[in-house]
Structures are given as C-alpha cells and as structure tokens.
C-alpha cells in the first residue's frame, strides 16, 4: 500500500556532498517514523538516521556529525543531506517509514546507489 521512492544517489569524490530525497505515497494513516539505511556488498544493513513526526532526530555515530536528516512540512518526504563523504560510506541507501497500523517494521524504497571514489 505504501509506496516510497528514492532520488539523489550518485558517484561523488571524498569530502563531497550528496542530498538524498525520499518521497512516501498512498499513506492511509500517519507516518510515525521516517529514516534511512544502507547496505554495503558484503555486510549487513545497518541505521543511518531517523526522525520521528514531531522533529525528534538519531544518528549512527559514524555519521552524526556529517549526515542532517529531515522532513517536509507535509511529513510525507525525508531528506538526508550528506557532506564530508568517505569511501566508506559507500553503499545502498534506503528509504523506510513506519506508518500507524502498518506493518511492523515499516515500509522500504527500491534504494539509491552512494558511492564515493576518487
């Protein structure tokens, strides 16, 4: 039922900059939760940032003080702003939203592809 597409991925240099952009449709019942994640070959997925409707905000600490997650004022849209990209930041990321009477575990995008290379 829930739809959510992901936008903005792309090859960018370290110490780069990327904004992702997540858009979520079809959205019956609020959405609790919005967050991104990502998944490198080879490893397991693991949490980038989320953030809840009233503006409350977490982050993996490899990424705190370089990553910015927010929302839309419709709170059907979250953004990741990127900045001081490294090489190991390189992966899949995905776009996930926990909607009020939903599946556990929300709902995910298809994903965007990050890679940073020189």
């Known amino acids: 039922q829930v739809q959510l597409v992901e936008s903005g991925g792309g090859l960018v240099q370290p110490g780069g900059s990327l904004r992702l952009s997540c858009a979520a449709s079809r959205v019956i019942f609020s959405i609790r939760v919005m967050g991104w994640y990502r998944q490198a070959p080879g490893k397991q997925r693991e949490l980038v940032a989320t953030?809840?409707?009233?503006?409350?905000?977490k982050y993996a600490d490899s990424v705190k003080d370089r990553f910015t997650i927010s929302r839309g004022n419709a709170k059907n849209t979250v953004y990741l702003q990127m900045n001081s990209l490294k090489p190991e930041d390189t992966a899949v990321y995905y776009c996930n939203a926990e909607v009020q009477f939903g599946i556990k575990g929300g709902y995910w995008g298809q994903g965007t592809q990050v890679t940073v290379s020189s």
């Open positions: 953030i809840t409707t009233d503006g409350s905000t």
